[in-house]
Nanobody, 121 residues
Framework: QVQLVESGGGLVQPGGSLRLSCVAS????????MGWYRQAPGKERELVAV???????THADSVKDRFTISGDNAKNTVYLQMNSLKPEDTAVYYC???????????????WGQGTQVTVSS
């Protein structure tokens, strides 16, 4: 099994910053990518940003130039630096990792428990 532990959420005023962290542990042979998704009340879960094992990054258009994903592949860790936060960024943020447990195994998606980010004055 694989566990993803997120940290760093909280309440912040509009224009403020937060940094989310996620660490993957457990039966890990390799990770092809780690990313962040978010889900606001009444909305579907959406992709925020992805960091691949080759250190490539992808960001949703809604967060480009404000959020930056980074990672440490050796530590199975991914970060999300969120700047210039807006009320519409309020959501539960989930960490995702695509993990292979063995050399011959297939990749499986795992999810963290989620961390609440609230942007409000």
């Amino acid at each position: 099994q694989v566990q993803l532990v997120e940290s760093g959420g909280g309440l912040v005023q509009p224009g403020g910053s937060l940094r989310l962290s996620c660490v993957a542990s457990g039966s890990i042979f390799s990770i092809s990518a780690m990313g962040w998704y978010r889900q606001a009340p009444g909305k579907e879960r959406e992709l925020v940003a992805v960091f691949t094992s080759g250190s490539r990054t992808t960001h949703a258009d809604s967060v480009k130039d404000r959020f930056t994903i980074s990672g440490d592949n050796a530590k199975n860790t991914v970060y999300l630096q969120m700047n210039s936060l807006k009320p519409e960024d309020t959501a539960v943020y989930y960490c995702n990792a695509r993990v292979r447990a063995s050399r011959d195994g297939r990749y499986t998606d795992y999810w963290g428990q989620g961390t609440q980010v609230t942007v409000s004055s």
